[in-house]
């Protein structure tokens, strides 16, 4: 399984990025699919996760950014608004063969497939 994260780049406070993780040897259509972020001196974080046609966000994100997949092209995105400087971060994707529960979801320890970083900067 490969996953390749695509996407990242500059962009001012307030603006729009969108995510894209192409996926071989795996697909979108089942299982669990997920984001994560890392900020430097920090642990990686979960952003948003999707089991199905239900979506998971951290509370952080909510309301800005969103999760989807299209199944045709293998690929799940997610799109980034109203960007913050706090949001600047190497963001990863991840995904699953397994439909996790909930409370697991948000753990990137049940990911078994990830993708190479792609540097998200926020700044003016």
């Known amino acids: 399984v490969q996953l390749q994260a695509s996407g990242g780049g500059l962009v001012q406070p307030g603006g729009s990025l969108r995510l894209s993780c192409a996926a071989s040897g795996h697909s979108f259509s089942s299982g669990t699919m997920g984001w994560f972020r890392q900020a430097p001196g920090k642990e990686r974080e979960f952003v948003a996760a999707?089991?199905?046609?239900?979506?998971f966000y951290a509370d952080s994100v909510k309301g800005r950014f969103t999760i989807s997949r299209d199944n045709a092209k293998n690929t799940m995105y997610l799109q980034m608004n109203s960007l913050k400087p706090e949001d600047a971060a190497v963001y990863y994707c991840?995904?699953?063969?397994?439909?996790?529960?909930?409370?697991?979801?948000?753990?990137?320890?049940?990911?078994?497939?990830w993708s190479q970083g792609t540097q998200v900067t926020v700044s003016s």
């Open positions: 999707r089991r199905a046609h239900m979506t």
């Open positions: 991840a995904a699953d063969a397994k439909n996790m529960i909930t409370g697991r979801l948000r753990w990137e320890s049940e990911y078994e497939n």
